[in-house]
């Protein structure tokens, strides 16, 4: 289902700019000839616009950052928005450029006036930043305002407007399910938006707690034994080519207490963003469906919740693992990867895929590794985790890529099992890697993706405001063009 409203494509009309409402956007350097929907708006609010190029206020602004000018005299608009930008701007630039744009994006009319811009970059970042999470508000806002782009491309900007569309929409819900609280977003709820993706073409497979138990996925059930909600495993299927298939897995913890190793209560709030991981799968799945990809992907979530309870696991406990190996659990607030070690293999035996990739809100020592610019990548393959890197790089998606090492191993090497759940503070990122790097076969290129920093922030992100980011979808798009698609 469209989360926001598609643009509206219209041809370069000057004329148009005189008469219309709401917000209008334009851009300029100085020291270069302004393109001609700026030197129209110009010549409309009699030398405004020159008069803002030649302030010290414009000079002092980024490539894609903007002056705002209130209520222009001769035009019906509201806000006249002007962005720095160069005649060549590069994709970073472009991005800046929306963002700034769809910041101040509400429920006015917005017109884009692109001219000879390259305006799917553009339109795509605009249209990400105008979100809003609204829907625990008592009196929700409504909706976003209609965006026009004026182009003297337009036909180029129609064709690529479908996938710009799938895109937003993907990321838009990925915020939505992080944003959610967990009393509204629970294991059932969450499985049955996943099960309306159907509409779109994706085949869809819901696992309870008994397929589970059959499946020998022990170690993930465990998690969520202390919760009144059911542990489920959601498989979407998108066949989008023949062939193995590109294997997406999320960790879906909808709210995580640490169990009996309870966290400190300061704080705990956020941990409804505990099913980050699962969220970016989801919204990958819908991105690719949308746009219908010329790739096979299939998308795995373990949606459990960790409760502290009378039945919930302990410290000391083993459990054993649908590969079969022993894991102690020395913390049970060290519980996603004991999800994504049962969806890791079950989703290799099952699909025999050609590539792995799992992202989770795995540990907190990532983000004191890489704060909240960066999510850590760990891979198994140079090929792979190169391929990702750039991919993310392409969209403005930061990631930095960690270290695996079997020297990490001994501080994960349990007396009594054959592996324990955590090995301390020191490292603890890379050995939470090293923990889930066992439950891949050798030869499996795999890459896992510690989204704890960027999965919800605090402050506004390149491309989002703060609260939910969205972090991966693009990324693991991008990927997806660009190593898994067809043609």
């Not at 607030?333 to 795995?362: I, M, N, S």
């Not at 993310?392 to 349990?414: C, F, H, N, T």
Request: glycine letters at 10%; a neutral charge.
């Amino acid at each position: 289902m469209p989360l926001h409203p598609v643009p509206e494509i219209l041809p370069h009309d000057l004329d148009a700019l005189a008469r219309a409402p709401g917000r209008i956007a334009v851009f300029a350097e100085r020291d270069a000839p302004l393109p001609q929907s700026t030197r129209r708006a110009d010549r409309l609010t009699r030398g405004a616009i020159a008069r803002a190029i030649a302030s010290t206020e414009f000079e002092k602004l980024r490539a894609g950052d903007g002056l705002v000018l209130a209520w222009p005299g001769g035009m019906q608009a509201e806000a006249l928005h002007l962005i720095r930008l160069p005649r060549r701007p590069d994709a970073a630039a472009l991005r800046r450029a929306g963002t700034s744009i769809g910041r101040g994006h509400g429920t006015s009319p917005l017109m884009i006036c692109a001219d000879t811009l390259d305006a799917a970059p553009l339109l795509q970042a605009a249209l990400l930043r105008a979100y809003h999470y609204q829907a625990q508000k008592s009196e929700p806002r409504p909706g976003f305002g209609p965006v026009t782009l004026m182009t003297r491309k337009p036909d180029a900007a129609a064709d690529t407007l479908p996938a710009i569309m799938a895109r937003v929409n993907g990321v838009h819900l990925t915020r939505d399910l992080v944003n959610a609280p967990a009393n509204v977003l629970t294991t059932e709820s969450f499985a049955a938006q996943i099960e309306g993706l159907r509409a779109l073409g994706l085949e869809v497979e819901i696992l309870d707690e008994d397929a589970l138990e059959a499946a020998g996925m022990r170690a993930m059930l465990a998690v969520g034994q202390g919760s009144a909600a059911p542990s489920k495993l959601a498989i979407m299927h998108w066949r989008g080519a023949e062939g193995a298939p590109l294997a997406v897995i999320g960790k879906g913890v909808m709210f995580d207490t640490g169990g009996v190793s309870l966290k400190p209560a300061l704080g705990m709030e956020d941990m409804t963003m505990d099913m980050g991981g699962a969220a970016v799968t989801v919204g990958l799945m819908q991105t690719l469906a949308a746009r219908g990809a010329r790739a096979h992907v299939v998308g795995l979530v373990g949606l459990v919740e960790n409760m502290p309870d009378g039945l919930a696991q302990r410290p000391g406990d083993v459990v054993r693992s649908m590969k079969g190996d022993m894991i102690e659990v020395i913390n049970t607030d060290a519980e996603g990867r004991l999800v994504l070690a049962d969806v890791l293999w079950y989703a290799q035996k099952r699909f025999q895929p050609a590539a792995l990739v799992d992202l989770a809100t795995l540990t907190g020592a990532i983000i004191i590794a890489l704060g909240h610019e960066k999510a850590g990548v760990f891979a198994n393959d140079d090929t792979l985790a190169e391929a990702l890197l750039q991919a993310a790089g392409a969209v403005g998606e930061g990631a930095w890529r960690m270290p695996l090492d079997p020297a990490y191993d001994q501080q994960i090497k349990s007396r009594i099992a054959d592996i324990k759940n955590t090995g301390g503070r020191p490292a603890g990122s890379i050995t939470a890697a090293q923990f889930l790097q066992r439950f891949v076969r050798e030869g499996t290129p795999w890459a896992h993706i510690d989204i704890a920093g960027v999965a919800l922030t605090k402050a506004e992100s390149a491309h989002a405001p703060k609260g939910a980011s969205g972090w991966g979808v693009l990324a693991l798009d991008a990927l997806v063009a660009a190593r898994f698609e067809k043609g």
